[in-house]
């Protein structure tokens, strides 16, 4: 069965400070794919980065950086500066290859702070 | 020009209705999908469909029936409304029935609550 834990329910930290989310999978699949998505106030998801289990380069899109960690099973997301617009619930979610399924954690509420 | 739509946004409405929500989306995939978020965020995939023909059906009630006249819509119809259908579902699409490689987008969600 696949799981994804993020532990971090609630984050909160001053603009300009990095904050670092953490994501948790379980798979006994070989191949796989992790997901984030970002859900701000508004309501609506919205996609951030896909990345196959063959691909450990970590990933890096202007503040938001990506460390993608087989050998500890996590997919862990940092922003570096935060800003107030960061303000959102973030998602992590894993797909195996032999399902048509995507199993979403629980997400992180990050909130930052003017 | 909003990629994948949802309508309605909001939706109130009493115990034991019929309610549907519909999703459109102008992408040209062929896959399109219903996840329903509870109070608590969490979010759970209950449909999917590809080019019409439907594809993941998870444990969900039968009151609760998709619908895909085309592989641009995906409806969602609900029977006998119960409290516990108070959730944001949200519909996506994805370019092929394989989103473990392709991305979901999604629509903004719809707001039910059951009084």
């Known amino acids: 069965a696949q799981k994804v834990t993020q532990a971090q329910t609630e984050i909160s930290v001053v603009e300009k400070e990095d904050v670092t989310l953490d994501c948790v999978y379980e798979?006994?699949?070989?191949?796989?794919?992790l997901f984030w998505y970002k859900q701000p106030p508004s309501g609506e998801l919205v996609f951030l980065i896909r990345?196959?289990?063959?691909?450990?380069q970590n990933e890096i899109s202007g503040r938001y950086s990506w460390n993608f960690q087989k050998s500890t099973s996590s997919f862990n997301f940092t922003i570096t500066a935060s800003q107030v617009v960061d303000s959102a619930v973030y998602f992590c979610?894993?797909?195996?290859?032999?399902?048509?399924?995507?199993?979403f954690g629980a997400g992180t509420r990050l909130t930052v702070k003017p | 020009d909003t990629a994948v739509s949802q309508t309605p946004k909001y939706l109130v409405t009493q115990m034991g209705n019929d309610k549907s929500i519909k999703c459109e989306q102008n992408?040209?995939?062929?896959?399109m999908y219903w996840y329903k978020q509870d109070s608590k965020k969490f979010l759970k995939i209950m449909f999917s469909y590809n080019n019409k023909e439907l594809i993941i059906n998870e444990t969900v009630p039968n009151r609760f029936s998709p619908k895909s006249p085309d592989k641009a819509h995906l409806n969602l119809h609900i029977n006998s409304l119960e409290l516990g259908d108070s959730a944001v579902y949200f519909c996506?699409?994805?370019?092929?029935?394989?989103?473990?490689?392709?991305?979901?987008?999604f629509g903004p969600g719809t707001r039910l609550l059951v009084l």
């Open positions: 798979t006994r699949d070989t191949t796989y794919y």
């Open positions: 992408l040209g995939h062929d896959t």
């Open positions: 990345r196959n289990s063959f691909d450990e």
């Open positions: 979610a894993l797909s195996e290859s032999n399902n048509n399924d995507m199993r």
């Open positions: 996506a699409s994805s370019q092929v029935h394989s989103f473990k490689a392709e991305t979901q987008y």
